[in-house]
């Protein structure tokens, strides 16, 4: 049976490309690979750098937003680490690693100065970025999202949401862990077939294998 999950990222892709920005490998350190979204073309625009969330990688979360922000800017959109092609070897999980690995990456794709723009988690690393390389990032656009999470900010919360852990949250690997989480992430309420949602997990599970 086809997964529709599956079945739409040829066509996403291939609205990317039409955007005019391609995928691009960056070999961050030895062990550690960043995935971009890049300007198929050199360009003088202003820089823009999107930052996705949980929701998934890069090109899901901004798919409707970089056709009509890559007539103005050059476009970057990054997978972070642990989504899409970005891996990493490294145990270190936090807003300020992925930061680090962003700024490098970007430094290594010729970009000197950039508009961040940070969703949900994205918006985390965002402000990571912007606290760690003032000099990177000239402007800084955040939605969804909050500077830091605290370790006493974190147990209430997912204690209030009915989650004993963060990942039990973020990473849920049932139908009903899924529906919890986008309960939490919109503001309002979104229904989708069942399928759908097995669909987003089963492609979940495979990438992260």
């Known amino acids: 049976m086809v997964n529709f999950v599956s079945a739409q990222k040829p066509l996403l892709h291939w609205l990317m490309k039409m955007a005019g920005v391609v995928p691009h490998t960056v070999e961050i350190e030895p062990g550690t690979v960043m995935n ?3 300007p198929s073309k050199t360009t003088n625009k202003p ?4 930052i996705h969330g949980f929701a998934g990688e890069g090109i899901v979360t901004w798919q409707f937003q970089v056709g ?3 007539k103005n800017y050059a476009v970057y ?3 972070l ?3 899409g092609n970005s891996i990493t070897d490294s145990p270190d999980r936090s807003p300020s690693f992925q930061a680090e690995c962003l700024s490098k990456g970007l430094r290594k ?3 000197e100065r950039c508009t961040a723009v940070g969703f949900s988690y994205g918006g985390m690393v965002a402000f990571k970025l912007a606290e760690m390389w003032p000099e990177l990032v000239r402007a800084l656009v955040v939605s969804g999202s909050i500077m830091s999470m605290t370790d006493s900010i974190s147990e209430a919360t997912l204690h209030g949401l009915g989650f004993s852990s963060s990942s039990e949250l973020l990473l849920p690997t049932s139908v009903k862990g899924l529906k919890a989480l986008l309960s939490v992430a919109a503001h309002k309420k979104l ?3 069942e399928k759908l949602h097995r669909d987003f997990l089963e492609v979940g599970e495979s990438s992260t294998v």
């Open 36 to 38: 971009f979204w890049v």
């Open 47 to 50: 820089v823009v750098v999107l």
């Open 68 to 70: 009509s922000l890559a």
């Open 77 to 79: 959109v990054p997978d």
């Open 81 to 83: 680490l642990f989504f």
């Open 109 to 111: 794709l010729g970009v």
């Open 191 to 193: 229904w989708f077939p």
